[in-house]
């Protein structure tokens, strides 16, 4: 049986469900479909471990748009957050840690900890200056269509410009933090978030432009009335009852205004006739029409599998079938019957400040790079470096009493191993990454309750992420601006009437901030109206 809507949005990632939200707002009668049996994607609360809840996949919201958040009510809905002291905790091998205080003075002090001179903490601001300066001369809102690579770097005219330009988006980060900065850790503490879920290292070329990507969307923000300076992130934001409740928020929002979200529904195919949509087949044989799809899925999935070169003619399926995923990324669980005690709390009130935020273990440059080189010759470094967060921290409700589900997120793991298989080697992992948060956390032996791992594969099989890359495609010079997800298809329309892209693999990306939610569904009320008037 045949069911018709206006709009059909495939998959139910924060994104996806940004753009059903403002669509059914819009009036419009919208179908959002889940493959899986609960709604969110990658960004959802789920039980892991019998009476253990938390943050499967991503962890952190800290990006998530202030005006969505408005606009969508999300608070009406249920959304609440906790504010945590600390923007975040880093952890080094000699036993110290670098906590990330939002307050600059409090900041500046542990930053002479670890700083050699004065020379280093002017190196820690000046860091900070080149990409605010870079951000700002860009011109570039990530609520507009994406410009030209071209367009953007004729933006940059001095010798000064241009060599800060170069730097960024062709150097490796690796030689912007060493010409600034002699401290390992300090280096170590920008490396860490530079090299996040691109499957790059430190020494890679261009692996310094993923830290452009929180000045650019705070220039963004300023773009639209929004102020959030926020300094590469310092400050957090936690939701309650993990990244779910974000999710949730979102379906309960679109709901209220009309939309149909169902799950368990895996769409097979986006059914097109004369290049223009007419809906959707799911795998179960169920059909439903619409003259405009949005898709939530990876663009990839999307171009290559869901439509075909008839659709979207030879060379654009071509061109999207050549796009390198390379995921690099991992996750482990951890079931905790009892409190973690970090080594470098000095007291019971520091140890609680750490449990509340996100915390990483980045021991220098060189581990990172040395993780990248493992994972290019097929293996993973018996050294990970992760970023956990533990929403028990925050929210008791998700755990048995005095107990904590911690998420981790581990880089440096690739989808393609050299020797044997991810259901071989899925456990080692977990071990690895155990033994390497025990060097912090001394007792997480004696409260250990129990241990989960989703290999590359594992994300692949379960949420559809190919090759395990979160998100959707690195995030790196030459697939960005105008060229992502691929060139012809970066303003979220695609070359099939009707058929729109949304999700982290277009132009911005950006994480969890349901900015590509956002303009998509405003792409396809832009051509609705232009179709009526």
């Known amino acids: 049986m045949e069911h018709s809507y206006d709009v059909i949005v495939v998959g139910t990632g924060h994104s996806g469900l940004v753009a059903t939200g403002y669509l059914a707002r819009a009036g419009l009668r919208v179908l959002a479909l889940e493959r899986r049996d609960i709604v969110g994607g990658t960004c959802v609360t789920e039980e892991i471990f019998p009476g253990y809840r938390g943050s499967s996949v991503a962890n952190a919201s800290h990006s998530l748009d202030p005006r969505i958040t408005q606009e969508l009510e999300l608070s009406k809905h249920g959304l609440r957050f906790a504010h945590p002291p600390l923007g975040s905790l880093t952890l080094f091998e000699d036993g110290r840690a670098l906590p990330a205080w939002p307050d600059r003075a409090k900041r500046r002090a542990v930053m002479e900890q670890f700083a050699h001179g004065d020379a280093d903490l002017e190196g820690y601001a000046s860091v900070i200056e080149l990409y605010a300066s870079v951000a700002r001369q860009m011109k570039v809102s990530f609520y507009d269509p994406p410009p030209s690579f071209a367009e953007v770097a004729a933006r940059f005219t001095t010798p000064r410009q241009r060599h800060d330009f170069d730097s960024i988006m062709f150097g490796p980060v690796a030689d912007i933090l060493e010409e600034r900065l002699s401290s390992p850790q300090l280096q170590a503490f920008f490396a860490g978030t530079a090299v996040a879920t691109n499957f790059v290292g430190p020494r890679t070329p261009g692996s310094g432009y993923l830290l452009l990507q929180r000045p650019l969307w705070e220039e963004s923000l300023r773009s639209v009335g929004s102020n959030d300076d926020n300094e590469l992130m310092m400050r957090n934001a936690a939701p309650l009852g993990g990244i779910g409740a974000v999710t949730g928020a979102m379906a309960e929002s679109a709901r209220a205004h009309g939309a149909t979200i169902l799950t368990g529904a895996q769409v097979e195919r986006i059914l097109c006739k004369d290049q223009r949509v007419v809906g959707v087949v799911l795998t179960d044989g169920r059909e439903f029409r619409a003259p405009r799809v949005v898709s939530n899925a990876n663009p990839k999935l999307t171009l290559t599998k869901l439509v075909g070169p008839e659709d979207i003619g030879q060379d654009l399926y071509d061109v999207a079938k050549a796009v390198s995923m390379k995921g690099t990324s991992a996750k482990v669980h951890l079931a905790l019957d009892g409190t973690p005690r970090f080594a470098a709390a000095r007291n019971e009130e520091e140890n609680r400040l750490f449990l509340g935020t996100n915390f990483r273990i980045a021991a220098s440059i060189d581990v990172l790079q040395n993780a990248y080189n493992e994972a290019v010759l097929g293996r993973w470094s018996k050294r990970p470096t992760v970023t956990a967060m533990i929403d028990s921290a925050h929210d008791p409700s998700l755990t048995p009493p005095g107990c904590h589900f911690v998420s981790i997120s581990v880089r440096g793991v690739p989808y393609h191993l050299a020797e044997g298989t991810w259901d071989e080697q899925r456990d080692d992992l977990g071990k690895a990454v155990v033994s390497t948060l025990e060097q912090h956390i001394p ?6 309750a129990g241990v989960h791992v989703y290999s590359p594969l594992d994300l692949e099989r379960e949420f559809a992420l190919v090759e395990g890359n979160g998100a959707h495609g690195d ?17 979220y329309r695609t ?6 892209l949304t999700g982290v693999g277009n132009w911005p990306g950006n994480f969890m901030s349901g900015v590509t939610g956002y303009n998509a569904s405003n792409r396809v009320l832009a051509d609705l109206r232009r179709t009526t008037d």
């Open 443 to 448: 007792n997480l032996s004696e409260i250990l």
């Open 475 to 491: 995030i790196v010079p030459g697939h960005i601006f105008d060229s992502r997800p691929i060139p012809g298809c970066a303003d």
């Open 495 to 500: 070359p099939v009437e009707g058929l729109y």
